[in-house]
């Protein structure tokens, strides 16, 4: 019993409680993503986006470069990804409307990832719980082996 108690702690240590952490090393190699965009015109916080309005595939690749991860795209050059910044909620507000962004990427499995951005644009002036538009794009991409 007590063999079994230390592998299980041992196991824990090293591996972890879960997979959905990201990191540098996770990412290294190539992707195939399919991106899928939402959106929605006035409508609530919470309401489903129902069928996504465009649907993309594309492949990408991810390597280290001096400590540092980029994205490798031969059009627009190598792409430094910062993961300290995946993870982000932030609001922005202008003369007429606020925004307010969230971008959440996670691991689904050793070889698949999603992430998803959500943005709501409201008028200022508007005093009902109705947001102007919302949109979002989820991704999940899959290691491709």
Known sequence: MKKILIISLVSLALFGCGEDKITKEYLVGDWRCIDNQYQRQNSGANEDFGSSVS???????????????????????????????????????????????????????????????????????????????????ETVCTRIK
């Open 55 to 137: 649907s993309i595939e594309d492949t990408t690749t991810f390597r280290i470069i001096n400590n540092e991860l980029y994205q490798i795209s031969k059009d627009k050059g190598n792409i430094l990804i910062d993961l300290s910044k995946a993870d982000l909620s932030k609001d922005e507000i202008s003369d007429a409307y606020k925004t307010h962004i969230v971008n959440t990427i996670k691991a689904i499995d050793k070889d698949t990832f999603k992430t998803v951005l959500i943005t709501e644009i409201k008028n200022i002036n508007n005093d009902t719980n109705i947001i102007d538009l919302r949109t979002k794009l």
